[in-house]
């Protein structure tokens, strides 16, 4: 009877033994990851998911536009991503791409270069870019010239009613003006007024059937983001109104543009994507003058309340020589304090490297100053704002 229990102990132990070494022993998860050589494990905490924001601190770097993309890509090819949402009003892109208009010119400055191209006119067919934004498009805080889509719709109307034509030029140059002055002059102007709703009045006449489709559609949704968006703005004591109905805007017209077998990446500010913002210290002179704290709502926070699960990279750089979508000459210095997140970082590595806050210690939660194209500082519990995060140690001239 011992002997057989002592065969029994004896079998257990080895089934125990070469189970063990079958399976092997479990590697403790990495503090981080290089952005470049361990693009499969980040593929695979970011592929579980059906929304990845992959935020940005500066809009105006190539070098770091191509580091996402390269994850973009990767993500479309091997976690069957198929929609890429753009920071960039809906209203212009869709007539660019409706129309023979070049798509490039559909979107914001941040979106008009080489990087972009395969993603806005098809050539990647794995993934579609989209439009997640409200907010009409300008060059800058010159609201003044007049774009091929409105000169084409003019020309357009003008075939049947020049009055109104006429009105719809003078509103979009308003609507443009509007923005201009408020958002980016800092001028005190209020609620965006007209003498009539042009285009309610160009919807209600004969020929608007007559009209392209994507004339239609442009006047449609014009009317549609005023009614919704715009007319719910003042810009008379800063411009927190604004951004918090940007934020809902754009977390709307992703979930309207998404369906349950799609998965989505969203291209956008750090600003847009942060969970909390109403834990933000704004430490920055503008940004205090602009009441930024007075904002309540964020994309990120909004989509993580829908039925997608959602993961929220925070994108950080360290020190740029220059940024290269700008033609300023603009310079960030390198930050060495621990006090700012991109000082720790970098004073431990000095690489490109994504960093997991569910599997990683790696940053301290604490509160960090941050900054946004190199010099507007804030200050947050990084773990608060991101589900984890990329950091550029320094942008190429």
């Given at each position: 009877?011992?002997?057989?229990?002592?065969?029994?102990?004896?079998?257990?132990?080895?089934?125990?033994?070469?189970?063990?070494?079958?399976?092997?022993?479990?590697?403790?998860?990495?503090?981080?990851?290089?952005?470049?050589?361990?693009?499969?494990?980040?593929?695979?905490?970011l592929g579980e998911q059906d929304i990845v924001i992959l935020g940005e601190s500066t809009h105006w770097s190539s070098d770091i536009a191509k580091q996402k993309t390269d994850l973009i890509d990767y993500l479309a090819e091997e976690h069957n991503f198929n929609k890429l949402f753009l920071e960039t009003g809906d209203s212009e892109f869709n007539y660019h791409q409706e129309s023979e208009l070049p798509v490039m010119d559909g979107v914001v400055p941040q979106y008009q270069h080489e990087t972009f191209k395969k993603y806005l006119d098809g050539s990647n067919?794995?993934?579609?870019?989209?439009?997640?934004?409200?907010?009409?498009?300008?060059?800058?805080?010159?609201?003044?010239?007049?774009s091929s889509l409105e000169r084409n719709i003019v020309d357009e109307i003008s075939e049947y009613d020049l009055e109104l034509a006429e009105e719809f030029k003078r509103s979009e140059f308003a609507l443009r003006d509007w923005f201009s002055k408020g958002l980016?002059?800092?001028?005190?102007?209020?609620?965006?007024?007209?003498?009539?709703?042009?285009?309610?009045?160009?919807?209600?006449?004969?020929?608007?059937?007559?009209?392209?489709?994507?004339?239609?559609?442009?006047?449609?949704?014009?009317?549609?983001?005023?009614?919704?968006?715009?007319?719910?703005?003042?810009?008379?004591?800063?411009?927190?109104?604004?951004y918090d109905h940007r934020?809902?805007?754009?977390?709307?017209?992703?979930?309207?543009?998404?369906?349950?077998?799609?998965?989505?990446?969203?291209?956008?500010?750090?600003?847009?994507?942060?969970?909390?913002?109403?834990?933000?210290?704004?430490?920055?002179?503008?940004?205090?003058?602009?009441?930024r704290s007075e904002r309540v709502?964020?994309?990120?926070?909004?989509?993580?309340?829908?039925?997608?699960?959602?993961?929220?990279?925070?994108?950080?750089?360290?020190?740029?020589?220059?940024?290269?979508?700008?033609?300023?000459?603009?310079?960030?210095?390198?930050?060495?304090?621990?006090?700012?997140?991109?000082?720790?970082?970098?004073?431990?590595?000095?690489?490109?490297?994504?960093?997991?806050?569910?599997s990683s210690d790696f940053i301290e939660e604490n509160q960090y100053t941050v900054f946004w194209e190199g010099f507007f500082d804030s200050k947050m519990v990084p773990q608060e704002q991101f589900d984890g995060l990329i950091y550029i140690d320094h942008i190429n001239k």
């Open positions: 009877m011992k002997l057989k229990q002592c065969r029994l102990i004896i079998i257990s132990l080895l089934l125990f033994v070469l189970l063990s070494g079958c399976g092997g022993a479990a590697e403790p998860p990495k503090d981080y990851y290089d952005l470049e050589a361990d693009i499969e494990s980040i593929g695979d905490i067919k794995n993934i579609q870019a989209l439009p997640m934004d409200w907010a009409p498009g300008y060059a800058g805080a010159h609201a003044s010239s007049v980016l002059k800092g001028k005190k102007v209020g609620y965006f007024k007209r003498p009539t709703n042009v285009y309610e009045a160009i919807r209600s006449q004969d020929f608007f059937a007559k009209l392209t489709p994507e004339t239609q559609n442009y006047i449609i949704s014009r009317q549609k983001n005023i009614d919704k968006y715009y007319s719910k703005i003042s810009f008379e004591d800063g411009v927190a109104e604004y934020e809902i805007g754009m977390a709307e017209k992703v979930l309207e543009q998404m369906t349950k077998d799609d998965k989505a990446i969203l291209w956008v500010a750090n600003g847009h994507s942060n969970y909390d913002v109403t834990s933000i210290e704004y430490t920055n002179e503008l940004f205090v003058e602009q009441k709502e964020s994309l990120g926070a909004l989509l993580r309340e829908s039925d997608y699960s959602v993961y929220n990279v925070g994108l950080f750089h360290n020190e740029a020589d220059s940024y290269a979508l700008v033609s300023e000459d603009y310079v960030t210095p390198r930050k060495e304090k621990d006090e700012a997140l991109e000082g720790y970082i970098g004073n431990r590595v000095q690489s490109d490297v994504f960093i997991d806050f569910a």
